[in-house]
Nanobody
Framework: VQLQASGGGLVQAGGSLRLSCTASGNIFSAIVMGWYRQAPGKQRELVASIAKDGTRIYGEFVKERFTMSRVTSNNTVYLQMNSLKSEDTAVYYC??????????WGQGTQVTVSP
């Protein structure tokens, strides 16, 4: 499975971005699809995930600012990010978890939020 992430960029604090991640395979074959992020010097952390049954989980820092969605017909998941803060600056990665021992990662897309 190959994942192509896009939509990152530079935005001012309070602004919005929408990230997209398109999979080469059927996203319904994934147990979970997720968005993670990694800031310089920090560990990768979960931003949001959506399970096969549609259950969504968000990181505590999201606080209703972000929404993850999917469009199965084009094998794409999205992350709508609103009210962005400078601390949201990071490289954002999408993931495709096929099983407990098999996870694919996209190449990452940079999100930079200026104060």
């Amino acid at each position: 499975v190959q994942l192509q992430a896009s939509g990152g960029g530079l935005v001012q604090a309070g602004g919005s971005l929408r990230l997209s991640c398109t999979a080469s395979g059927n996203i319904f074959s994934a147990i979970v699809m997720g968005w993670y992020r990694q800031a310089p010097g920090k560990q990768r952390e979960l931003v949001a995930s959506i399970a096969k049954d549609g259950t969504r989980i968000y990181g505590e820092f999201v606080k209703e600012r972000f929404t993850m969605s999917r469009v199965t017909s084009n094998n794409t998941v999205y992350l709508q990010m609103n009210s962005l803060k400078s601390e949201d600056t990071a490289v954002y990665y999408c993931s495709f978890r096929r099983s407990r021992v098999s996870t694919y990662w996209g190449q990452g897309t940079q999100v930079t939020v200026s104060p």
